[in-house]
């Protein structure tokens, strides 16, 4: 099997290389949280947003990381928030 093993390939996370090539390469807009999930003990774990690129307002939402769940008032409904997408498809972005 050691052979073998040369030529597999890790299998990398889309939504992981997605979210590292937009932080690396998305330009960055203005958003708005309008809603929020939570855990059973009330935390927020999960943001949906909007933002308006060239006129067109586009609806989001994320799981939000570790780091961020440490910074609930950030994401509270009504706060603004830094969005970064892709220019190519405004409709792919993430919350920074």
Do not use: C
């Amino acid at each position: 099997m050691g052979l073998l093993n040369l030529f597999r390939r890790d299998k990398v996370d889309p939504e992981a290389a997605r979210r590292a090539r937009l932080l690396s390469t998305g330009r960055i807009a203005d958003g708005t949280v309008f809603d929020v999930g939570t855990d059973e003990a009330g935390d927020i774990t999960h943001v949906f947003y909007s933002y308006q690129i060239s006129g067109v307002e586009y609806e989001s939402s994320q799981t939000l990381n570790d780091a961020q769940r440490q910074r609930p008032v950030a994401y509270s409904p009504g706060a603004g928030i830094t969005v970064r997408y892709d220019p190519h498809h405004p409709a792919n972005s993430i919350v920074v």
